[in-house]
């Protein structure tokens, strides 16, 4: 079993910078990739950015040059951080992550962007 813990979700208003974090513990063997995705109510569930065990990284297109993502392969921490933000980014992030036993996800954390 593999185990996520979420943290950074709030209220921001629109220009501001918010920082998530993941941190995965338990079994984690073979780290394929680990990233976040968000949904936003009556919507289905997209990639916001992940990053693989070799370093690449992959960016869904309404967030590039805004957000980054990186990974503390130490700490088995991924973190998401996120500027400009605007009000369309506003939903649930989730952490996922990919390993030999198959793929995990956290429990999320809300992100709203308002004035």
């Known amino acids: 079993q593999v185990q996520l813990v979420e943290s950074g979700g709030g209220l921001v208003q629109p220009g501001g910078s918010l920082r998530l974090s993941c941190a995965a513990s338990g079994s984690i063997f073979n780290f394929y990739s680990m990233g976040w995705y968000r949904q936003a109510p009556g919507r289905q569930r997209d990639l916001v950015a992940r990053?693989?065990?070799?370093?690449?990284?992959e960016y869904g297109d309404s967030v590039k040059d805004r957000f980054t993502i990186s990974r503390d392969n130490a700490k088995n921490t991924v973190n998401l951080q996120m500027n400009s933000l605007k009000p369309e980014d506003t939903a649930v992030y989730y952490c996922r992550i990919r390993v030999t036993q198959g793929i995990y996800w956290g429990q999320g954390t809300q992100v709203t962007v308002s004035s």
């Open positions: 990053i693989t065990s070799g370093g690449g990284t």
